[in-house]
């Protein structure tokens, strides 16, 4: 009965034209993504404004983007301004694809799609904006995205804003349109990347230096029956407030971005995470696989999202996510380099350290077996097999 009734009162919402809920939105638009993905995804850019989100192809990483930046903007009658779509060239090697040049023949700067959202940003900082790089890999990512890459790292408590991006040396110049184009300006903290990834003879693999950078969401799982039926409405990581339109952009007074307070703040709220992260950095050092205090403080900024956001929050189902989403995704190499770190890596997500063996990675792990973290146990099992099949292994398959 609770069920109808549920249901009910969606078709109602829909009905009125209330698209406020993330996850009816996107059902409604007719698009698949279990509320665990959704989620995750939301939490992420919250976390860093920088998201990867990479597998096979025709899962729907372009369009969790481009839907998902919609149904932020879905109120404002000039939403197309604030998203901008890009197709990633071939031969991009600096910046210019990105932000345009200046023309010395015509004396005007060509200004690009996300050249102009960075700047309207710029004039409205209560307003999320969104840039959506598509087949990100088609391009050496450190040529071309490096100055937003150091930019966002740059932002502190004392210059928030970071270092500036420079588009010229001279005076002021006047794009084609007549707009007044900016010598220097900042990256403004509420513009939102997300980068999609397929992985083909024609594109890059991404450095430790990007990986390191962002949180890495994987689609390469597909369930006909769930697809059938519409959505996965029983997920346990969902959001306890559906609206989340107003939650992306940090309130006045918040950090907006990720810092050593993190740190010290999670330890108050879960203070097991310190335990964890120390675990796996012990496990990890001898191979000299470890990671930062970078690291470090986004973890701790998602899994403090994910305690104020999530129903019935989990820190081990958090932990989880976060282990596959930002410690595993810089492993790739060969099976005598990564073989020993990651069956110890392996053990630890299990929980237990006599588990592995070979007729343990001939067998699928359900998200129901007893290990600590499912998600990441899943994906160490993949990329063990792959390793044992052909001498090396990746996490961006």
């Known amino acids: 009965m609770a069920e109808f009734e549920y249901d009910l009162a969606r078709r109602t919402i829909r009905m009125r034209g209330n698209m406020e ?36 192809s ?34 991009w090697m600096d910046n210019k694809g990105l932000l345009g040049y200046y023309n010395l023949l015509a004396e005007k700067y060509h200004a690009t799609p996300i050249l102009r959202v960075l700047l309207e940003a710029q004039e409205h900082p209560e307003k999320p904006y969104f840039i959506i790089l598509d087949e990100m890999n088609l391009a050496k990512v450190e040529q071309y995205f490096s100055d937003f890459l150091s930019i966002m790292e740059s932002r502190t408590s004392s210059n928030p804003d970071g270092e500036l991006l420079e588009l010229y040396d001279a005076t002021d110049k006047i794009s084609p349109d007549g707009a007044l184009i900016p010598r220097r300006f900042p990256i403004p903290l509420n513009v939102f990347f997300t980068g999609t990834v397929n992985i083909d003879e024609s594109t890059y693999m991404f450095s430790p230096k990007v990986l390191d950078r962002a949180n890495i969401i ?6 006909l029956a769930s697809y059938e039926k519409g959505g996965v409405p029983s997920d346990k990581f969902v959001l306890k407030e559906q609206d989340i339109r107003k939650k992306l952009i940090p309130l006045q007074g918040e950090t907006p971005f990720c810092s050593k307070a993190d740190f010290i703040a999670i330890l108050k709220t879960a203070p097991s995470v310190r335990k964890f992260l120390s675990e796996i950095s012990s496990i990890l050092y001898p191979y000299n696989l470890h990671f930062g205090y970078r690291v470090v403080n986004e973890i701790s900024r998602y899994v403090l999202c994910a305690h104020e956001m999530v129903q019935d929050f989990d820190l081990e189902e958090t932990m989880d996510i976060q282990i596959l989403q930002k410690i595993l995704p810089k492993f790739h190499g060969t099976q005598a380099k990564l073989e020993e770190p990651l069956e110890k890596l392996l053990a630890f997500c299990t929980g237990d350290k ?40 990746s996490f961006i398959e």
């Open 58 to 91: 025709g899962t729907g990483k372009t369009k969790i983007a481009q839907v998902f930046a919609e149904y932020m903007c879905q109120d404002d009658e000039e939403k197309e301004s604030r998203i901008a779509f890009v197709p990633v060239k071939p031969d």
């Open 218 to 223: 994987e689609f390469n799982d597909m369930d």
């Open 21 to 56: 809920h993330i996850y009816d939105y996107f059902e409604d638009k007719g698009y698949f993504f279990s509320r665990e993905i959704l989620t995750r995804y939301f939490l992420s850019l919250k976390t860093k404004p920088f998201v990867i989100l990479t597998g096979i």
């Open 354 to 393: 006599n588990l592995i063996d070979e007729s343990y990675l001939q067998t699928e792990i359900s998200l129901d077996r007893e290990a600590r973290f499912p998600r990441s146990t899943q994906k160490l099992v993949r990329m063990l097999r792959n390793l044992k099949v052909q001498g090396y292994t």
